[in-house]
């Protein structure tokens, strides 16, 4: 299983046992940019070819647009959680 596929999975799994918002996080382009920057993360720390190393200016973007997406949606869930919310 794909690094990928657990996050999706225990993402899932954390909106159902949190009874958070149903939100579709997955859905948005920043999942997309999150699995790309999983990727450059996979790529310079497993180098197969000196040309593996190199960061390019879209590969900081995508880890820029990925970290705030994970960021956000984390932020979210812990706001739309019943569970994060103080009782009076």
Do not use: C
Request: hydrophobic share 45%; glycine share 4%; aromatic share 8%.
């Amino acid at each position: 299983m794909t690094l990928a596929r657990l996050f999706a999975l225990t993402l899932a799994l954390a909106l159902v046992r949190l009874s958070a918002s149903r939100k579709h996080y997955l859905g948005d382009n920043g999942w997309n940019h999150f699995q790309t920057a999983v990727g450059v993360r996979h790529r310079i720390t497993h180098p197969k070819t000196e040309a593996n190393m190199i960061i390019t200016d879209e590969d900081i973007q995508a880890l820029q647009a990925g970290v705030r997406w994970y960021l956000t949606s984390i932020h979210d869930i812990i706001k739309t959680s019943d569970v994060f919310q103080l009782k009076t």
